[in-house]
Each structure stands twice: as C-alpha cells, then as structure tokens.
C-alpha cells in the first residue's frame, strides 16, 4: 500500500531535522543510542589530566576541574614533560635573546612552579600535580625510534637530558623511552585507579600532544592486564587544531570545524561566570607563557569547554610509521 502524502512530508521533515543533528553517525541511525554515558560528576570522580605541557590542563579543563573539586571528587594533574623546550619562550625571557641547556632548565623548573600556583588556584593541594619530566618537543620520537633500550635513549637538543631528573619518577632506571613514559604512566593510573581521565585527541596538531594520546592508550592496556575489571571514562580535548578557536570570537568555544564529536557527540561543559574568572586567574600564574602567548591562552577562556569521547581503541605500541611526526 502506498504510504500517504502527509506520511512522506513528515518524513521527509524528520530527515531533514536529522542532517542537523550534531552527531552525523548516530544521526543516521535515529534510534541508536550513545555508545557511552554522557559525563557525570559526582564525589566519586577522581580525575586524571593527561597534560603533554604545564598550561594545558588548564586551558582544556580548568573549568572542569573545578566542577570535579566542588563535587567532592578528587583531580590529579600528570604533566608529561615539564615545557622545557619552548625555546622563543626562554629566549624572551633572558635578555641577551640566547638559551642555553641551562636556560632550558631553568624554563622548566619556572613552568612547573607555574603549575603548582595555577592548580592551586583552582584549588587544588600540592599533591595533585605529577611531573614526568619527559622531553618537551619529543614525545612523538619515543613512540617508535626511540621506544626501547634497543638503542639509546633521546636526548633533548634543549635541556641536553635523557632522563628525568631522579627525583621525579616512579620506576628506577626511566630514561627518555617510549616504553619507560608508558610504564611510568600506567603506575600512575594503577595507582590512583582514575574514574575519568582527559587527554589530547589523537588530532591535536601539536606532535607532543597527538603522542599524549598514544602513550595513555598504550598505558591503559598494561593497567588493564594487572587490573582487569578496571575501567574508566576517556574524554579527548583539543588545544592546537588550525587556527581553532580564534577564528571564532563568540564567548561560546564551538566545535572545532572539520573534527567529528567522536563516539557520543561533543560534549559541552557550560562554565558560569566564577568559574571563569577562576579559570582566567589560574592561566594568570602562568606568567613565562602570558610573557609569550597572552592571547593564546586568553582565547580558552569561554562559557563552556568541549570534550569528546574516542571509539574503543586498542594501541599497542611502537607504532610504525610514526603517527605524530
Ligand atoms: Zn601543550
């Protein structure tokens, strides 16, 4: 029998409504649901931010992370390296416009006291930031080349280390490996058992954050295989995607053009006022990257932060190519 006239207009309605929904996928199958719950924080989050560089989490999640606090839940903040190779950042701050490998230092040391002032301006204690010290601007060469003591270890062409400072590791005997950043993250995460963990999407422009993404794959799957009833919650953020956001002055921070929302949509976090002004006065103590940057980081600080979720994903590393850099 053919359907009605009226029947194939409103048909034809609902399909249209459909291609503006923002999740295409799950667009086309109108009654699929999510693949994973939408984000819920209550006092039994405990938070884990993946943070390739002193500043990120922060510019990505300074808002949620005062949500999480708030609620009564716990945060915890690993910064993968310590930002030491940001060298037009150590050259604006020494007066000759020279860097030295002692220069570099310095610059971390000075960023990773950052750190500790802007979370404790979203109020946070001491203990909630984990430095890993790996090497800034060389995360995406321990994925393959340098992953294991096959060969020796990366040096930084900065700081001119191959290792974290002692006093900054978990595992004896880490130096700058792929497979050593892996153990030393996958400690952390056995360890503090995070029910929810942000880390840069794998499309992040910036090659140490793209890696980020990689190494806590890879640090999820040893954790898994100790614990295997483990499980948590990944969300990804994005900090460096084209000209993303600036191109867009509206106070909302929209989605970045040409990325799809992941396995269920983008997720919007709304910030109120407060939690701006927070937000905006943690970003202020990071003084080495205000020198250099202020615009930068002032174009993260919006009514709302997005995140979206990754489809399952099993990473084995080394990876061949490289898929960073
Ligand atoms: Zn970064």
Redesign the pocket.
């Known amino acids: 029998m053919m359907r009605s006239s009226f029947a194939r207009r409103l048909m034809a309605i609902a399909a249209v409504l459909l291609v503006f929904c923002e999740d295409s996928a799950a667009a086309r199958r109108p009654h699929a649901r999510p693949q994973t719950p939408p984000l819920v924080i209550t006092s039994d989050t405990r938070l884990l931010v993946v943070a390739?560089?002193p500043?990120?989490e922060v510019l990505a999640a300074g808002g949620l992370i005062q949500q999480v606090r708030v609620a009564g839940g716990k945060v915890r903040v690993a910064y993968l390296t310590d930002g030491d190779g940001f060298a037009d950042g150590v050259k604006l701050e020494n007066r000759d416009g020279k860097a030295s490998a002692k220069d570099f230092r310095g610059y971390g040391r000075r960023r990773q006291k950052e750190a500790r002032a802007a979370l404790a301006a979203l109020g946070l204690g001491e203990d909630a930031a984990t430095f890993l010290s790996f090497p800034d601007q060389g995360l995406c060469k321990l994925i393959r080349t340098y992953w294991s003591d096959r060969r020796h270890p990366y040096k930084s062409p900065y700081t001119r280390r191959d290792r974290p400072p002692l006093n900054e590791t978990f595992v004896t005997d880490t130096e700058y490996r792929g497979e050593d950043l892996t153990q030393e993250l996958a400690k952390l995460i056995g360890d503090y058992q995070p029910t929810l963990i942000l880390v840069p999407r794998k499309e992040d422009q910036?090659p140490?954050?793209c890696a980020a993404w990689f190494f806590l794959a890879d640090a999820l799957g040893d954790v898994r295989r100790v614990f295997p009833d483990y499980s948590t919650d990944v969300l990804n953020y994005i900090?460096h995607f084209k000209d993303w956001p600036f191109q867009d002055e509206r106070s909302a921070l929209p989605a970045p053009p040409g990325l799809n929302g992941g396995a269920s949509g983008w997720i919007q976090v709304p910030l109120t006022p407060a939690e701006m002004k927070t937000k905006r006065a943690a970003l202020v103590k990071y003084k080495t990257q205000q020198h250099a940057m202020k615009w930068f980081l002032d174009g993260f600080v919006r009514t709302n932060e997005i995140f979206s979720r990754p489809a399952p994903a099993r990473v084995v590393l080394p990876l061949k190519p490289q898929p960073c850099c």
Request: hydrophobic share 10%; charged share 40%.
């Open positions: 390739p560089h500043d990120d910036h140490d954050h900090v």
